[in-house]
């Protein structure tokens, strides 16, 4: 169930965008917002899944469909409560984007413009005969806009190539009691998945391979939303 949840959120995003931006209420298409729902359901891609639409402070459409509980057959409804994850990416990417808009960066700036901590960090190419990962310069500079997409090759704990996983939780950049400069320090030791991509078919490839390569990607954002605010990027 929480996995379905999780899908439609994404999903949801997408859908939400391409009706909402640049219309009016009156103009938001409600049918076809309902109809995809509906679907995900109907094609039981989804056990349940709502959708609520604002438009300028203003409430344009709520849909619910399928089922919040299917052993108990209780329906979605306005105030199912539901799990969903990576609450912090859409928190980050606005503030990010707040920043952007001030002129504080360029979306293809290098990252490690503003974390140059970052500025080794080399990309996994296998492993060698005795097992050790055998480690490449990256094909370009890691940028923004990669942060924004997910295509920095950032996935560390998430990883599916266990040696990376293994480094990750040895070195455990995320650990609690880590301030954000310690963070970006032991991040600029653990290679990446991939190189970050070098156009948008690659970027797509590179999405599809590594489940969007999330990972450290919101916690990388944060860092620079931090640099771009302080005297450190001037």
Request: some cysteine; glycine content about 8%; aromatic content about 6%.
């Amino acid at each position: 169930m929480k996995s379905s949840l999780l899908i439609s959120a994404f999903a949801l995003s997408s859908v939400i965008t391409l009706s909402a931006a640049g219309q009016s209420a009156g103009q938001l298409d409600k049918t076809a917002i309902s109809q995809t729902l509906k679907g995900f359901v109907d094609r039981n891609e989804l056990i349940g899944v709502s959708a609520l639409v604002t438009i300028d402070g203003k409430e344009a459409y709520f849909g619910a469909f399928g089922q919040a509980d299917r052993e108990a057959k209780r329906p979605m409804t306005r105030d199912t409560i539901v799990q969903i994850y990576s609450m912090t990416k859409p928190v980050t990417g606005v503030a990010l984007m707040q920043l952007w808009e001030q002129g504080k960066f360029r979306l293809d700036d290098p990252v490690i413009k503003y974390i140059p901590e970052l500025a080794n960090v080399k990309v996994f190419q296998g492993t060698n005969a005795s097992g050790e990962p055998i480690l490449a310069p990256l094909d370009r500079p890691m940028t923004i806009r990669d942060l924004g997409r997910h295509t920095a090759g950032l996935t560390g704990g998430d990883s599916d190539i266990p040696i990376i996983r293994k480094m990750t939780e040895a070195t455990n950049p995320r650990a609690i009691t880590n301030t954000l400069d310690e963070f970006v320090r032991l991040l600029g030791t653990l290679p990446l998945d991939i190189s970050p991509a070098r156009n948008g078919v690659t970027a797509i490839l590179s999405i599809s391979r590594h489940c969007w390569c999330s990972g450290f990607r919101g916690s990388v954002s944060t860092c620079i939303c931090r640099s771009t605010c302080s005297s450190r990027s001037a």
